[in-house]
Structure formats: C-alpha cells, structure tokens
C-alpha cells in the first residue's frame, strides 16, 4: 500500500517536471478473443472493465511499459506487436495519451494481481461490458475493425 503511494507521488513529480504523460494499453489475442480485466472495487473507477496496461516511466518506451505491466499484472511474457491507436483524455485535469498496441500472449500462467477479474471475449462481445472512459474509444475501433475485417 505504501509502495503504491510512493508510485503516485513519484509520477506526480515527474509529471510536474515535465515528463509526458502517457499510458499503454494491450489488445492481448488469443484464439480471436481478447483479454479484459475488472478493475479492483475500491479502487479508482473499481468495477469497470479495461484493457490491461499501465502508466509509462520516464526513460521507459511504450512496449518496454507494457511487457513490465503484463508481467506485474498477470505474470505472463508477451510480444509486443503493432501500434494499433493512440487516445487522448484527462484524468483530475491532467491530460493523457494512451496508446494502444496488439499483443501476442507468449508463455506463463495467468495470476491476477492487480484486477479482480480477467475475461476472454469476442469482439463482438465488448459492448456487454462497462469499461472505463479512456478504453471505450479502444472497443468502438475493435468492433469497426471486426465487421470489416480489416
């Protein structure tokens, strides 16, 4: 719990330095499903539905964040593949990218550490699940992406 406090605090300063504020998130396929995650009730938006990834740390590239998250978060290793989109919103008044990237599932047994669930859904499926605001640009472009088949 401290940890996460001094994470927060951290990233405040380097923000306030000037770092870029930027997050990543993984479309994680397999077997043409895609990997979400609830989001930990009692945390910040709790309940909700996202795409796994996390903050960027300075010095750190977008897919070196995500293999980090993705091994943090569900202890498996992945390929980080192509860009896939980039977001913008704010969060308390700060504005944040969030880019967004295809991932191939490599090897490990998933352990939720940071989430109180995880799903494998069909594209198709996205729009039953209420995720938080930055992801559901991320749904509308997988749904449009799947009925064209591009």
């Known amino acids: 719990m401290l940890y996460k406090l001094y994470q927060k605090i951290r990233l405040f300063l380097w923000y306030l330095l000037g770092h870029k504020r930027q997050v990543a998130a993984a479309i994680l396929e397999k077997d043409s499903k895609i990997l979400i995650a609830m989001r930990k009730k009692g945390d910040t938006l709790g309940g909700k539905w996202e795409f796994p990834g ?10 070196q964040c995500l293999k980090r998250e993705l ?16 977001t913008r919103f704010r969060y308390y008044l700060i504005p944040i990218e969030l ?9 490990g047994d998933f352990k939720i550490a940071e989430h109180d669930e995880i799903k494998w859904v069909a594209p198709q499926e996205l729009d039953n ?15 449009e992406k799947s009925v064209t088949g591009v």
């Open 99 to 107: 880019l967004v990237y295809k991932v191939r599932y490599i090897s």
């Open 71 to 86: 091994k943090e978060e569900f202890d498996i290793e992945a390929e980080i593949g192509r860009f896939f989109l980039s």
């Open 54 to 63: 996390g903050k960027i740390e300075p010095g750190e590239t977008p897919e």
């Open 129 to 143: 699940y209420e995720f938080v605001g930055p992801d559901r640009p991320i749904v509308k472009v997988i749904k």
